[in-house]
């Protein structure tokens, strides 16, 4: 499955030619810069903060400026064939779009999470669904057309809700669950305790919750009664510090491919996969729960060697196309892009998260077209040198 992504410059050069210029940016730093622009302030917090002074956060990008691509000559790499296999599908490229809690209250319309599913429809990168989203999952699953969706769970201390949750997914043709392990309480994040600001004890991102026989079950009045008791009730079962007690639970109840997030230790990954997990994503959520750790970069090699063939997802620092290149040699079998398409969902909805996936994807293949490298397979950990 051969897409031309980097054609998406011609039809911008082209667009030229009539005296258009992109609507959106197509660098990242001017992306961010015009996206907290147009967010209000307590959304710009929550998006672009993360835990302690960010120095985890920041150490994510800057991971990757360590690493450089070695062109290869005379190799004429006229088709690119990003196309990757994972879980029985085949997907145009290895980009997928990071679940993000709050995607829904970054567009316009307060319906992000639709955008997001539209931009996967349209582009055919894969979303990951968030729990925390602002609808139903079921209304998200109907926008992504032809293109995969996976839900992302953070598993709720009642069980029940857990795997009804997992049902709902599974119904609404979700084609595998990705269970976040580090995020069962919230890491400490100045710039939003600064403001006291924490959006979905503000009832936003809950309709996953709210739309929920076993939630609604649970609640004294409905929620579009009483927003205050369904907060409270979230706020009691969000959180579920698993160990790896529930890990055969988590494994029974459902027979889509079940993937961890938040591994980023040789150890987690061989225990998770001796307790059938299909697949380890790798990732420190961003720098935004946990100061005073590695960039994920750092440790993603590690994690390959011991998932021994079990597919690697990763995420945490993805800027650009070129960002996805050295995350794919250093051994990840998917990469998944945050903040930059919460970005372009901010400046533009649905036109604006393809801009952003487009334009990663189109950097992707032109890197592996000048440098000689034409299939994912040829970009391994030797076609990288070490930046001192
Ligand atoms: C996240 N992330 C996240 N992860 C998850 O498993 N479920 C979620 O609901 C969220 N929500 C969320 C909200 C916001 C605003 C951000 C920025 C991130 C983490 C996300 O999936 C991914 O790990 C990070 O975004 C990767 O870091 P960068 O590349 O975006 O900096």
């Not at 924490?198 to 936003?204: A, I, S």
């Amino acid at each position: 499955m051969t897409r031309k992504f980097g054609s998406y410059q011609d039809e911008i050069y082209r667009d030229g030619l009539r005296g258009v210029v992109p609507r959106f940016p197509t660098t990242y730093a001017e992306l961010e810069s015009q996206a907290q622009a147009a967010l209000p302030s307590s959304v710009v917090s929550y998006v672009a903060g993360g835990a302690g002074d960010e120095n985890t956060q920041r150490a994510n990008v800057t991971a990757f400026e360590r690493w450089g691509l070695i062109p290869r000559m005379f190799v004429g790499a006229v088709e690119r064939d990003l196309s990757v296999e994972l879980f029985g599908m085949t997907l145009p490229s290895p980009l997928f779009m990071a679940p993000i809690g709050v995607a829904g209250i970054c567009t316009q319309d307060g319906h992000g999470d639709l955008a997001a599913a539209r931009a996967a429809a349209q582009t055919g990168v894969p979303m990951v669904a968030s729990t925390l989203s602002a609808d139903p999952m079921e209304s998200v699953a109907a926008e992504l057309g032809q293109t995969p969706g996976l839900f992302q769970l953070y598993t709720p201390t009642d069980r029940d809700l857990a795997e009804n949750l997992v049902h709902r997914a599974e119904r609404a043709g979700f084609k595998a669950i990705v269970v976040t392990l580090d995020t069962w309480l919230t890491g400490w994040r100045p710039r939003d305790l600064s403001t006291g600001n924490f959006p979905q004890l503000r009832g936003h991102c809950l309709a996953n919750y709210t739309s929920d026989p076993v939630f609604r079950a649970q609640l004294a009045r409905p929620p579009e009664e009483d927003v205050a008791g369904a907060v409270m009730r979230w706020a009691q079962i969000f959180g579920n510090p698993l160990t790896w007690d529930d890990l055969p639970w988590l494994r029974s109840i459902t027979s889509l491919p079940l993937i961890v997030k938040g591994v980023c230790h040789p150890d987690d990954v061989r225990r998770a996969k001796d307790g059938g997990i299909d697949g380890i994503y790798c990732s420190n959520h961003g720098g935004r729960q946990a100061n005073g750790g590695l960039p994920a970069l750092d440790v993603l090699p590690a994690v390959v060697k011991a998932a021994d063939g079990l597919p690697v997802l990763f995420d945490s620092g993805i800027r650009s196309g070129a960002d996805v290149v050295k995350a794919i040699a250093l051994g990840a079998t998917a990469v998944g892009i945050g903040r930059p398409y919460v970005y372009g969902l901010a400046l533009g909805g649905t036109d604006g998260a393809i801009h952003v996936l487009r334009s990663v994807l189109a950097e992707a293949d032109l890197i592996m077209a000048v440098d000689g490298y034409p299939t994912l397979a040829q970009l391994t950990q030797e076609a990288l040198q070490r930046v001192d």
